[in-house]
């Protein structure tokens, strides 16, 4: 392996060693469990981007990005809390195991772009257990409880979406030119489609579950303008959607409350506004070079170990980290989008696509939110926030668009 290639991941473990070893002498706890899990890290990091490498498995660089971002958050998450720390390991443990499964398993099948109804019957079946049988957890029914285990199908969701997205849209691009309309100058296809996407928004309504419908129809509208669809379809969905958005606002008292606190989160600031409001601090305080690993009280945000990790990393690692975190996320989109231009498949050129602007719009929705700009929206910041099914969804993403890589490479 060249110094070029070695330099980079040698970066990653400096992270990685710097990190525990702060975390191992918090509050003077010297938790040597601590130094093996941070020893553990550093081993796979290394041991899984040396199998990459001499594999020739695609892309490397995207995992390179993806440990920095998973070593940061894990080490921002043994500060919050050594047990979610540990947990958040385990995650990661099997994150990697279905990066490498999802892979092979992709190359190895070639007529992913025929299933779209198979991938449509998922989504569907997928939703109505979780409403059926979830369990609601911050006010959002998107829960199934197995176990005492918890996990989000909405994450599992998000895959069948992409690569119902995928199949569409290259069907869109191959179909002859000649092929007839169906209904306002609208092909069949592209109707069937924008039914699948309103059904998978009416649900995600229906769970409370709006960060994710934000992103699903980001992910549609992203879509549609990249494959430059017809301008009458673009107009009827937007039509849709802004009197969607409309409608509620003024008929749903979350919606309203959520756009009502991020223009004017004082107004309530021990209530509503009191999470954006200790955000907000939380980011200031911290400066551009942080408080220190453990010197801050990220603990006065509510859910600071999901939705508000950022924060918290602004907060002890300062405004400096931050950014470094948004350009690694900017990265990886960029190859990710790069990947998309070289592929020569079309289908593979769109599942790209499709799956880059899920993790790019997913990115933006939560830093965007817990920073002011947008309403903020319960989502988690992928490869960072802590649960096992974000993460896990994660992983496999990344699987799949190295392995799209590697047809190209």
């Keep these: 392996m060249t110094k070029s290639r070695l330099k980079p991941i040698l970066l990653v473990e400096l992270i990685d060693i710097l990190g525990f070893l702060l975390v191992f002498m918090f509050n003077g706890e010297y938790n040597v469990n601590v130094i093996y899990a941070g020893l553990v890290m550093c ?47 385990t995650w990661f443990g ?28 998922m989504t569907a079946a997928l939703f109505v257990i979780t409403l059926v049988f979830g369990k609601t957890i911050n006010g959002s029914r998107n829960w199934i409880v ?57 649900f995600l309504v229906i769970q409370r579950e709006w960060g994710t419908a934000v992103l699903f129809a980001l992910m549609y509208f992203a879509m549609m303008i990249l494959y430059d669809t017809d301008l009458r379809l673009k107009l009827i969905n ?22 009502t606190t991020w223009m004017d989160p004082w107004a309530d600031a021990t209530n509503k506004g009191y999470q954006i409001i200790q955000s907000l601090i939380a980011i200031a305080s911290g400066g551009f070079f942080g408080t220190g690993l453990g010197n801050g009280d990220p603990y006065l945000i509510p859910e600071v170990h999901s939705d508000f990790i950022f924060s918290a990393i602004c907060e002890e690692m300062g405004l400096f980290m931050g950014i470094a975190i948004i350009i690694l996320y900017f990265m990886f989109s960029y190859r990710g989008m790069k990947i998309a231009l070289k592929a020569k498949d079309e289908f593979n050129k769109s599942l790209s ?29 992928p490869f960072v926030s802590y649960g096992g099914s974000s993460m896990v969804s994660c992983f496999i993403i990344l699987g799949i668009l190295t392995a799209i890589s590697h047809y190209d490479a």
Excluded at 98 to 121: C, E, K
Excluded at 169 to 198: A, C, D, Q
């Design 43 to 89: 081993g796979i990091n290394l041991a899984v981007y040396t199998v990459m490498y001499f594999a020739d498995m695609g892309d490397g660089y995207l995992f390179l990005m993806v440990s920095m971002l998973v070593s940061i958050g894990i080490i921002m998450m043994f500060r919050l809390n050594m047990d979610r720390g540990f947990h958040q390991m």
């Design 94 to 121: 099997v994150g990697i195991v279905l990066m490498f499964a999802s892979y092979y398993i992709f190359r190895s099948f070639r007529a992913w772009d025929r299933l779209t109804y198979v991938y449509m019957a």
């Design 146 to 202: 197995i176990g005492g285990k918890s996990f989000q199908p909405s994450e599992i969701i998000k895959l069948f979406y992409a690569f119902t997205l995928a199949c569409c849209f290259s069907k869109n691009i191959s179909s002859e030119e000649s092929e007839p309309t169906w209904l306002l100058g609208v092909k069949r296809h592209e109707w069937e489609l924008m039914i699948y996407v309103y059904m998978c928004l009416g």
């Design 238 to 259: 937007l039509l849709l959607v802004t009197v969607g958005g409309i409608g509620g606002y003024f008929l749903t008292d979350h919606i309203r409350v959520r756009i």
């Design 353 to 381: 696509v499709s799956l880059v602007t899920s993790f790019a719009f997913q990115t933006f929705i939560i830093v965007g939110g817990v920073i002011k700009m947008i309403p903020l929206t319960g989502i988690t910041l």
